[in-house]
Nanobody, 115 residues
Framework: VQLQASGGGLVQPGGSLRLSCAAS????????MGWYRQAPGDQRELVAS???????NYADSVKGRFTISRDNAENTVYLQMNNLKPEDTAVYYC??????????WGQGTLVTVSS
């Protein structure tokens, strides 16, 4: 199995981006999915997570601005990011807990918020 993340880029402060992360391969079932980020010099931190029944959890710094969602039919998790701030600049990573494989990580996608 693999996770393919996309949607990063350069955006001005106050702008929006939508990240996607699609799982592929011999998938039986996916439990939790999530987004983490890592800025230069910082540790990787949780941004948002979503359970298999769409329960969500957000970092305080993104509450009210970011929305995580998933499409179980497409094995895809999304992160809608609104009102982006320079401090949101980081490499964003998705992960997923597969019932028959455990925890997998996708490759990172860079989000840069700058004027």
């Amino acid at each position: 199995v693999q996770l393919q993340a996309s949607g990063g880029g350069l955006v001005q402060p106050g702008g929006s981006l939508r990240l996607s992360c699609a799982a592929s391969g011999n998938i039986f079932s996916i439990l939790g999915m999530g987004w983490y980020r890592q800025a230069p010099g910082d540790q990787r931190e949780l941004v948002a997570s979503i359970t298999d029944v769409s329960g969500t959890n957000y970092a305080d710094s993104v509450k009210g601005r970011f929305t995580i969602s998933r499409d179980n039919a497409e094995n895809t998790v999304y992160l809608q990011m609104n009102n982006l701030k320079p401090e949101d600049t980081a490499v964003y990573y998705c992960n997923a807990w597969f019932v028959n494989y455990g925890l997998y990580w996708g490759q990172g996608t860079l989000v840069t918020v700058s004027s």
